[in-house]
């Protein structure tokens, strides 16, 4: 596993949401040893459930008392790319910016003239 696709959690909930960091190697095997003893799985099961992509539970958050999370570790999530569509105005424009207008479909710059 590669240690810059990977982010890890304590599970504390603070102001901002829950906090993610890039683990250290240190990090990484902690968080797989707890996460054997949560999740009741051998060091493989919980490293294959890791490259697959899925987070894995492996402490208790510090304010579990109150917040009943858990601190987890995963990989980073890929971008996904763009699909990008060409307009009747000629342009093209992300799949989700197309705009139907009267004279057919545009992108948000085009709209207003297309909508005659």
């Known amino acids: ?23 250290t190697a240190d990090d990484l095997e902690r968080a797989i040893v707890g996460a054997m003893e949560i999740e009741n799985k051998t ?24 917040d009943h999370s858990y601190g987890k570790i995963g990989t980073k999530q890929k971008p996904q790319p763009v699909k990008m569509v060409a307009c009747d105005c000629g342009h093209e424009a992300p799949s989700s910016q197309v705009m139907s207008a009267s004279l057919g479909t545009s992108c948000p710059d085009c709209y207003d003239r297309m909508s005659d």
């Open 43 to 66: 060091r493989d099961e919980i490293v294959s459930i890791l490259e697959s992509g899925k987070p894995v539970r492996w402490c208790q958050s510090p304010n579990y008392y109150y």
């Open 1 to 23: 596993m590669n240690l810059s696709e990977m982010l890890f959690s304590n599970g504390y909930v603070g102001e901002m949401g829950v906090s993610w960091k890039t683990p």
